[in-house]
């Protein structure tokens, strides 16, 4: 019998996974044993693989409606964002109008009060 180091990570793992495949196994063995006892075919893993569901066909029909649709939605969204923006725009310049009218410089003659003499 070999002798096997304890401190050896990999020895470890490796009588670890032979537990596992005893273990294994033993399930699949009285997984058939309870099968055979209600008359179900035991499942081999093999065979249980799912096939890929196959892919649906649209009709032209059905894809040009739907075409429609998403090209009405967005026409839809493109206006609501463009009537959004305009009345952005007019709310600014109604906004820079005011203010250019309250900080217009007042006239030269305004502004220069003539110093007075004495």
Same mark, same amino acid.
């Given at each position: 019998?070999?002798?096997?180091?304890?401190?050896?990570?990999?020895?470890?793992?490796?009588?670890?996974?032979?537990?596992?495949?005893?273990?294994?196994?033993?399930?699949?063995?009285?997984?058939?044993?309870?099968?055979?006892?209600?008359?179900?075919?035991?499942?081999?893993?093999?065979?249980?693989?799912?096939?890929?569901?196959?892919?649906?066909?649209? @009709?032209?029909? !059905?894809?040009? #409606?739907?075409?429609?649709? %998403? &090209?009405?939605?967005?026409? $839809?969204?493109?206006? =609501? *964002? /463009?009537?959004?923006?305009? @009345?952005?725009? !007019?709310?600014? #310049?109604?906004?820079?109008? %005011? &203010?250019?009218?309250?900080? $217009?410089?007042?006239? =030269? *003659? /305004?502004?220069?009060?003539?110093?007075?003499?004495?």
């Amino acid at each position: 019998m070999p002798t096997t180091k304890r401190n050896d990570p990999a020895e470890s793992l490796r009588l670890a996974l032979v537990s596992f495949d005893a273990q294994i196994a033993e399930l699949r063995e009285t997984r058939a044993q309870l099968a055979a006892l209600i008359d179900q075919p035991s499942a081999s893993p093999d065979l249980e693989v799912a096939t890929p569901q196959k892919r649906r066909k649209l @009709s032209d029909a !059905a894809r040009a #409606k739907i075409s429609a649709a %998403a &090209k009405a939605r967005w026409a $839809r969204e493109r206006g =609501a *964002k /463009a009537k959004v923006q305009k @009345s952005k725009q !007019a709310a600014k #310049k109604a906004q820079s109008k %005011a &203010k250019s009218a309250k900080t $217009r410089p007042t006239t =030269a *003659k /305004a502004k220069k009060a003539p110093a007075k003499k004495e």
